[in-house]
């Protein structure tokens, strides 16, 4: 609540249903899916499906042009006022497609500069648009870190695309975690707000985490969501991880209990589609198809 919090983080976090428990219950959030490539592949991705890190496996959604995505906003926000977030989550990763996610923010800010701006993002690309970042007030940023240790991202990140070439194995996860943890501090260092996402793989990084938590902790992050990795048939079959199981709802609440102290743990994640819209676990993104969008006046 805002006794536990500085005036100005509580300002920032009371009407973000993702970064206050209590917000979630009166503030809805929507996502635009304007961002479809991705520079990093992860053994428990499809890439047929919206990315695993921000989305449930499985899930394909609606492509639209930053054009679509404003136009989307609005309707969105005149529909229903509780919509304080605009989120780029994917579907693939939303610095790896920097001209469409600032393009949509700029749009949006154009056009309905009450909203909030969120951006979810692997982390691979982001030291070099913190300025942009800062300079566009996005407020509020996710990092999707799974690991510290690059021995323990070869097992999750095969390959890596950076300056215009393939990076495999240890190397990959190597330059990932660097410009991760580089990006965090540089995105703290300038009072934006810093959620990491770890997806929790059982056998492969579930002890890890506590590092992790503890890397991101000292770094200055807001809050951590350990998330489950749900387990699916297709997963990562072009890479062996087939039938990787995800974590029981013990074994995750074990974790997050094992890492709750002076950093805050989100618990209320729902690992929201790429296109979601509406109150966190509620989906009324069919109502905002891009046919039903560009029909409303
Ligand atoms: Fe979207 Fe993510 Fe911003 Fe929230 S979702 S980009 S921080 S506005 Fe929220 Fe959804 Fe969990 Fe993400 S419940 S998947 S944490």
Redesign the pocket.
């Known amino acids: 609540g805002p006794s536990d919090l500085p005036p100005e983080i509580w300002e920032k976090v009371k009407n ?4 206050s428990e209590q917000a ?1 219950h009166h503030f809805a ?1 929507m ?1 635009v899916a304007v961002a479809p490539a991705c520079n990093i592949q992860c053994n428990y991705c499809n890439r047929k499906y919206d990315c695993a890190n ?2 449930r496996p499985g899930v394909v959604s609606e492509k639209l042009t930053p054009e679509q995505a404003a136009r989307k906003v609005v309707a969105v926000a005149s529909t229903i006022p509780q919509m304080t ?5 994917g579907p693939g990763d939303a610095l790896a497609n920097p001209a469409k996610t600032f393009k949509t923010f700029e749009l949006v800010t154009e056009t309905a500069p009450d909203i909030k701006l ?3 993002t692997n982390g691979l690309m982001l030291p070099d648009y913190v300025e942009q970042i800062a300079a566009m007030k996005v407020d ?1 940023v ?1 990092i999707t870190i799974n690991m510290v240790d690059p021995e323990v991202g070869a097992q999750i990140y095969p390959w890596i695309f950076y300056n215009h070439r393939r990076y495999n194995g240890v190397e990959a996860s190597k330059i990932l975690s660097e410009r991760q943890l580089l990006g965090l501090e540089m995105l703290v260092a300038r009072g934006i707000l810093v ?1 990491v ?1 770890s997806v929790m793989i059982p056998g492969i990084n579930d002890q890890h985490l506590i590092e992790v938590n503890k890397a991101v902790k000292s770094r200055g992050a807001f809050l951590h ?1 350990i ?1 489950p990795l749900i387990s699916e048939a297709e997963h990562g079959t072009a890479f062996g991880l087939s039938g990787q199981r995800g974590p029981t709802a013990q074994e995750l609440k074990a974790l997050q209990d094992a890492c709750e102290g002076e950093m805050n743990m ?1 618990r ?5 589609r790429a296109d ?1 819209v509406g109150l ?1 676990g509620e989906d009324r993104s069919a109502e905002f198809t891009t046919e039903k969008v560009m029909a409303m006046d």
């Not at 973000?16 to 970064?19: D, R």
């Open positions: 973000h249903p993702c970064y979630h959030r996502h921000e989305s977030v605009l989120g780029i989550a969120c951006l979810s509020h996710t959620k996402n969501n998330m989100m209320h994640c729902r690992q929201c979601a966190l």
